[in-house]
């Protein structure tokens, strides 16, 4: 897209952050675990090189064909089919937001973590634009409006945001047996309004007020969240 490379060329993005945070805790040998894996095909991020296990859950049989895992298991996040203290790490890309009971979800993936293990969480902070609008229209509005930016409609799902704010995920973290190490609200290059060019110059508008002014950082896109099991 010729607006992305005009003004986020050479921009490090929220993809690649949360690549540098996981990889950072990941050690030859380890064994990690991906809560809500999908199909492996809209975000790839591929730990295989480096850690011994990496294995993947979702409720959507689409895991059974992640590429990028040493095994797939579908089933319920709130029920994971591992033992305690099986995984060094977890990671979770853009599933909080879908969570009915991100408690029940949390103190899971607490269980199956070593003590001092972490937890990787990429989600969209519920005070951006994008969750709000998401928040108040349904979930075929969601779809019809993925496919415009080229996303299959069975990897859109429901949405919920109970976890989805700093003050949420603090209050669950101490809730479920997890320290917070880290907190990072990022805005990057407007994805959604990609669909036309003046809403796109308007994303970008945002983008520089909400990263230039500290005052407006809560009204970021993304949050990057790293806990540790205590």
């Known amino acids: 897209m010729a607006l992305e490379r005009r003004y986020y060329a050479g921009v490090v993005g929220e993809q690649e952050l949360f690549d540098e945070l996981v990889r950072s805790h990941l050690r030859p040998g ?19 090189a480096t850690a011994a296990r990496v294995a993947g859950v979702d409720v959507s049989p689409a895991v059974l064909a992640n590429p990028s895992l040493t095994e797939a298991t579908v089933s319920d996040l709130a029920a994971l089919p591992y033992g305690d203290a099986e995984f060094d790490l977890a990671f979770s890309r853009y599933v909080f937001e879908h969570l009915e009971r991100p408690a029940d979800v949390l103190r899971e ?21 994008v969750p709000l609008a998401a928040r108040v229209t349904p979930v075929r509005f969601h779809a019809w409006f993925n496919a415009r930016l080229g996303r299959a409609e069975a990897d859109t799902f429901a949405t919920f945001y109970r976890a989805n704010d700093p003050a949420a995920i603090r209050r ?37 007020a909400v990263n230039r002014w500290g005052v407006l950082a809560r009204f970021r896109v993304h949050m990057l969240v790293d806990l540790q099991a205590v």
Not at 109 to 129: A, E, F, S
């Open 30 to 48: 380890s064994s990690a675990l991906d809560a809500g894996a999908g199909r492996g095909v809209v975000f790839p991020h591929d730990y295989r």
């Open 109 to 129: 993936l607490r269980r199956v973590l070593r003590p001092g293990g972490h937890l990787v969480i990429l989600t969209p902070n519920r005070w951006h634009y």
């Open 172 to 208: 669950l973290a101490e809730a479920t047996g997890f320290r917070v190490v880290s907190i990072s609200l990022l805005e990057t290059q407007p994805f959604y309004l990609s669909f036309h060019p003046v809403a796109y110059r308007v994303g970008v508008g945002y983008e520089r």
